[in-house]
Nanobody
Framework: QVQLVESGGGLVQAGGSLRLSCAASGRTFSSYVMGWFRQAPEKEREIVAGISWSGEMTYYADSIKGRFTISRDNAKNTVFLQMNSLKPEDTAVYYC?????????????WGQGTQVTVSS
């Protein structure tokens, strides 16, 4: 089992940047595929990005391609989401998630989330 704690959210103006972090503890971090999801008010949760065990494979939702970058540091048990050129529609609670297999939809463990608010 793994425990996930997100950080780095906040309020930023449109066009700005934020870097989210997700610190993992518990079972070996490198044995998990990691993902970032988001949920805006009155909308369903959606995948933002995913990264494989060693970072050799990544997935990005079309809505954030070219603006967000997912990365991981297995030595520090941390996955990151660098968000650039933020838009008001990126406002949401962002969640970190872990899975035991490659997936973009079915994750096993979840963090509590961090709020990202982008003002226009």
């Amino acid at each position: 089992q793994v425990q996930l704690v997100e950080s780095g959210g906040g309020l930023v103006q449109a066009g700005g940047s934020l870097r989210l972090s997700c610190a993992a503890s518990g079972r070996t971090f490198s044995s998990y595929v990691m993902g970032w999801f988001r949920q805006a008010p009155e909308k369903e949760r959606e995948i933002v990005a995913g990264i494989s065990w060693s970072g050799e494979m990544t997935y990005y939702a079309d809505s954030i391609k070219g603006r967000f970058t997912i990365s991981r540091d297995n030595a520090k048990n941390t996955v990151f989401l660098q968000m650039n050129s933020l838009k008001p529609e990126d406002t949401a609670v962002y969640y970190c998630a872990a899975a035991n297999r490659w997936t973009i939809s079915s994750f096993d463990y979840w963090g509590q989330g961090t709020q990202v608010t982008v003002s226009s």
